[in-house]
């Protein structure tokens, strides 16, 4: 039996396949469908964990007790795990363990393009390289297996286009696997120095083991063609490269780290020249080079952004532009959504001159214009921290017109050991938290702010201003951020408090409430004065009527969801409801 699948779709019926019992995961684009999908099989047990490092731990803890786990997160969340990651490198398995990396070539939705290929060099652990859907399901099954065989975590790296892309997939039934049971093994699982000297020589013949079986390895196989040119490439660039060098013979990689040197040789060998084709950093090309094999890679490849045929042809062809000018879709930027509960806070930071070290969320998009209103965004959680940091550098005084800019997902994620940080260290933080009920920019996915539970049963809600309470804080608001002027007296509130204040600005996300009545401009009260466009809504657009002097401002009826922020700042009561409003 066939089925249409996603990669993502794909890893989750591998794992219940593979008879997994346990899979943990913090939503990050691209891998958020995997735990999505793993979480409509009830044989497995699910969770949205609070962040990736935790996810790790409780999938490790599922291994020690002798059950498969699999914990899924995109590749910067692999930075948030790296610690138990490594540890686990060392430490082994009981139940097989599979840590999926989804990484974002491109930078589609994340800070950077790192290549997690390191992380499996780096931890000694074997990495696995799907090439389509299909793979995806079958190496999510394998790596269970090497898992157990070789007493290892297996990373299974996949990219955006493999997450995100669909092909046809070979669906089998599911293996039910035993829990083992815990059995206490201190010399393998508690990693102290006495222990870990003894584990990695462990590792290190390990790892000559994998090596061994990556040479028979059904996945990493050559297909002959033309002799004249070799391809050595893994991944979604194997799809690539086969479309642009169709003739050519090809040695694909699925295990990628450890390397069968003995059929990269015997490749090298029978072709007069080589081609590493591989999306990110020259890794492959950089062992192969090792070996002493002479093969051409990212002097022709380039280093950055995502591979795609176009980008592989135009490094080896030579293509005749055509005179016809193509059509151009023109760029639109992204913005916040009409509605969104966020809009308000922003406004108000950009209006009182506010410095906002901000952090990774959908709100970070009040950065951009006409709002103004985000100056920093590091990581999850820095906006806490690096507030701390500038106000020990620059002084209390500086803290007085400084805000650190935070979801609630976030919050919990890394937020509460910089808020814990700030009190215990005498800090004068002014930490803001957006509540909009949701993870919003992955896909509305539950968290404890919430209550809610990977499978959509009811947990227990933890609200954040118990947590700030708990922590030390004295101040502590909760204000609705659509009421600009209880948003500003609050904000103002916070600044000139000595100590660490939190607010928390609550309003579901617009796209989880139903739409209120739309609001209209009147065209006789309307004098073109624009500031209802500060708020940058995308509902408001202005316009140049035939025979009028100034501009008029119009609201997009299909786009407007009722808020009424834009009314708050009209002075002449020109924005007015479509009809009689039931609210």
Same mark, same amino acid.
């Given at each position: ?45 699910? =969770? ?46 009981? $139940? ?18 790192? !290549?997690? %290929? ?13 090439? !389509? ?6 190496? &999510? ?25 669909? #092909? ?9 696997? !035993? ?25 290190? =013949? ?12 059904? *996945? ?7 002799? &004249? ?64 094999? %002479? ?8 280093? #950055? ?38 809009? $308000? ?39 806490? &921290? ?37 009190? *215990? ?12 009920? /949701? /993870? ?7 968290? @404890? ?14 609200? @954040?201003?118990?947590?700030? %309470? ?36 609550? %309003? ?6 139903? @739409?209120?009545? @739309? ?6 009260? #309307?004098?073109?004065?624009?500031? #209802? ?15 009028? =002097? ?11 969801? $009722? ?14 409801? &479509? ?5």
């Amino acid at each position: 039996m066939k089925s249409l699948l996603s990669g993502n779709e794909a890893v989750a019926r591998g794992a219940w396949e593979a008879g997994c019992i346990v899979a943990t995961a913090y939503p990050g684009t691209p891998s958020t469908e995997i735990l999505e999908n793993i979480s409509k099989y009830p044989e497995i047990n699910s =969770e949205w964990s609070v962040n990736e490092k935790v996810a790790l731990e409780v999938a490790a803890g599922a291994s020690f007790a002798g059950a498969r786990a699999l914990v899924a997160m995109k590749h910067v969340g692999l930075n948030v795990a790296a610690d138990p990651f490594f540890t686990m490198g060392y430490s082994g398995v009981t $139940g097989g363990l599979v840590i999926v990396s989804a990484d974002d070539p491109g930078m589609w939705s994340s800070q950077n393009e790192q !290549d997690n %290929r390191h992380y499996g060099r780096h931890a000694k652990v074997p990495v696995l390289e799907p090439a !389509d859907s299909n793979e995806a399901k079958i190496f &999510t099954r394998i790596g269970f297996e090497i898992s157990e065989k070789y007493d290892t975590p297996v990373l299974l790296r996949l990219t955006t286009r493999i997450c995100h892309s669909s #092909c046809l997939v070979d669906l089998g039934q599911r293996k039910e696997t !035993d829990i083992k049971g815990y059995v206490k093994d201190m010399k393998k699982r508690l990693v102290l120095p006495a222990h870990a000297r003894v584990l990695h020589t462990i590792v290190e =013949e390990r790892l000559k083991k994998i090596a061994a079986y990556s040479e028979l390895f059904r *996945y990493n196989k050559i297909e002959r063609g033309d002799k &004249t040119l070799g391809i050595i490439t893994s991944g979604v660039s194997y799809q690539y490269a086969k479309e642009v060098f169709p003739d050519a013979s090809f040695l694909k990689l699925s295990l990628t780290y450890p390397l069968p040197e003995k059929s990269i040789r015997k490749f090298a060998k029978q072709v007069r020249r080589i081609i590493v084709v591989e999306e990110g950093d020259p890794i492959l090309e950089t062992e192969i080079k090792a070996m002493g094999i %002479r093969v051409t890679g990212k002097e022709k490849i380039p280093l #950055c952004g995502e591979l795609t045929t176009r980008v592989l042809r135009d490094s080896f062809f030579k293509v005749r532009k055509s005179r016809k000018k193509e059509g151009r879709i023109p760029p639109r930027p992204p913005v916040l959504c009409p509605g969104c509960p966020h809009r $308000g806070f922003f406004y108000i930071v950009n209006k009182l001159k506010l410095v906002a070290t901000g952090d990774i969320g959908c709100y970070t998009l009040g950065a951009l214009p006409p709002l103004n209103a985000m100056d920093t965004c590091v990581c999850m959680g820095a906006s806490v &921290t690096n507030a701390q940091g500038l106000e020990k550098a620059l002084g209390k005084d500086f803290s007085k017109k400084l805000v650190a800019v935070l979801g609630d997902s976030t919050f919990f994620h890394s937020g509460i050991t910089g808020l814990v940080n700030a009190v *215990y260290n005498k800090g004068n933080l002014n930490l803001i938290i957006l509540d909009n009920f /949701t /993870t919003a920019m992955t896909g509305h996915q539950p968290h @404890p702010g919430t209550g809610k539970l990977a499978r959509g049963e009811q947990g227990k809600r933890i609200p @954040p201003e118990e947590i700030a %309470r708990g922590c030390g804080v004295e101040l502590v608001r909760v204000v609705n951020p659509n009421d600009l002027k209880a948003t500003e007296e609050a904000i103002k509130e916070a600044l000139a408090y000595d100590g660490v204040a939190v607010l928390i600005f609550r %309003r579901p996300c617009a796209l989880l409430v139903k @739409p209120r009545t @739309p609001y209209r401009i009147d065209p006789e009260l #309307c004098n073109g004065c624009r500031l #209802c466009l500060h708020i940058g809504c995308p509902a408001i657009s202005l316009i140049s009527p035939r025979g009028r =002097e100034k501009p008029l401002a119009v609201v997009d009826e299909a786009l407007c969801v $009722g808020c009424g922020l834009c009314v708050q700042l009209c002075q002449r009561d020109a924005i007015v409801l &479509t009809e009689k409003s039931d609210a």
